[in-house]
C-alpha cells in the first residue's frame, strides 16, 4: 500500500521582500548631484559606506553641469551591503542608489 508522507520545507533564511532586492544585489550604482561634491561631501560618501560594508560592488555616477554623464567604478576594496537604511542615508544626502543583481 503507498504512504504517503506530509511535505517539509526547510527554510534557511526568512526575509521580507522589500528587502530581497538591497540584499542580494551584486552592484549598486550611487549617484551623486554634481553641485554637492566637495571634499567634505565625499568624506561622508565614503564613510557612510565604509559603516556598511560587504560585497556589493560600486559604481559612481555622476551628471555634470554640460549634462555630461560621468560614471566612476570604485575601487574593489570599496563593497558595501545593501540595505534600505543605507539607501535611507543616502536619500539623505541627495544621492540616489540604483541595485543591480544581475553581473
Known sequence: MLRLTEPTLIVDEV?????IVHSKARR????LPYDSIDQRFLEDIFA???R???KCEVYFAVNT???LAVNIA?????GIAG???LEQELAARHCR???IMSN
Open 83 to 85: 540595505s534600505r537604511e
Open 97 to 99: 542608489i540604483d541595485w
Open 15 to 19: 526575509m521580507l521582500l522589500g528587502d
Open 52 to 54: 556598511n560594508r560587504g
Open 28 to 31: 549598486a550604482l550611487i549617484s
Open 48 to 50: 557612510l559606506l565604509d
Open 65 to 67: 553641469e554640460d549634462n
Open 74 to 78: 570604485a575601487s574593489g576594496a570599496l
